[in-house]
């Protein structure tokens, strides 16, 4: 059964200390592995799609990274703009759903 | 503004009631997904239209259905409401539905619909 699982549910950084995200996903082949970013009351925004083992994308401080088995989400020297929940949602290849992970709540204390 | 238009943003009502949620996508995208999204739970994935044709189906109650109709904008209805379908309801666009060869698609988001029922 395809699903996400994503680690810790929340975490709580200083402002400029650096950590990541984890999202572990099982798919029967991998479309694509995507990064969304929600904050309270309002739909998830995107930031990354990753398509492949090994691929790597940046953004400003977040960097996301792609094994065979999981996804981490870098986050490098944090700002408290940077606080929300970080989603992580797979497509597979065998159909048309996209499967969410129940995210990482990201609080960053100034 | 992320392009896709969802309203009501806000609505109250009591349990046994029916309400219809829209959903306009961005202009351009042909696919139409909906989820539901409560406090204890993730993005649960409700069903997906793509040009007017149902594409896939999630965990969606019977008492919920969906359309698409020509012009692409969407319809999500909830019927014989009752307390646990208090939720945010999001609707997300993206511009192809699924094909085999295709790359993958990126969904994008509207602010939601919230419902309390009480």
């Known amino acids: 059964e395809d699903q996400v699982t994503q680690s810790p549910e929340a975490l709580r950084l200083q402002e400029g200390e650096s950590s990541s995200l984890n999202c572990s996903y099982t798919v029967s082949g991998l479309r694509g592995l995507f990064w969304y970013r929600q904050d309270p009351g309002k739909g998830p925004e995107f930031l990354f799609t990753?398509?492949?083992a090994g691929e790597e994308k940046e953004k400003e401080r977040l960097k996301a990274t792609l094994t065979k088995k999981e996804s981490f989400l870098h986050i490098t020297a944090p700002k408290p703009e940077d606080s929300a929940t970080y989603l992580c949602a797979v497509q597979a290849n065998t159909g048309n759903q996209f499967y969410f992970g129940t995210g990482t709540s990201l609080t960053v204390i100034p | 503004d992320s392009g896709v238009t969802q309203t009501p943003k806000h609505l109250i009502t009591a349990t046994g009631q029916r309400v219809t949620l829209r959903c306009s996508p961005r202009s351009g995208d042909l696919s139409v997904y909906w989820y539901q999204q409560s406090l204890d739970q993730g993005l649960q994935f409700l069903i997906q239209y793509y040009n007017g044709e149902e594409r896939a189906k999630g965990n969606i109650l019977e008492r919920f259905s969906a359309q698409q109709f020509p012009d692409l904008h969407s319809e999500l209805n909830l019927s014989s409401l009752e307390l646990g379908d208090s939720a945010l309801y999001f609707c997300?666009?993206?511009?192809?539905?699924?094909?085999?060869?295709?790359?993958?698609?990126?969904?994008?988001f509207g602010a939601g619909s919230r419902l309390t029922v009480l």
């Open positions: 997300a666009s993206s511009v192809k539905g699924w094909d085999r060869g295709n790359g993958a698609n990126v969904l994008t």
């Open positions: 990753l398509y492949s």
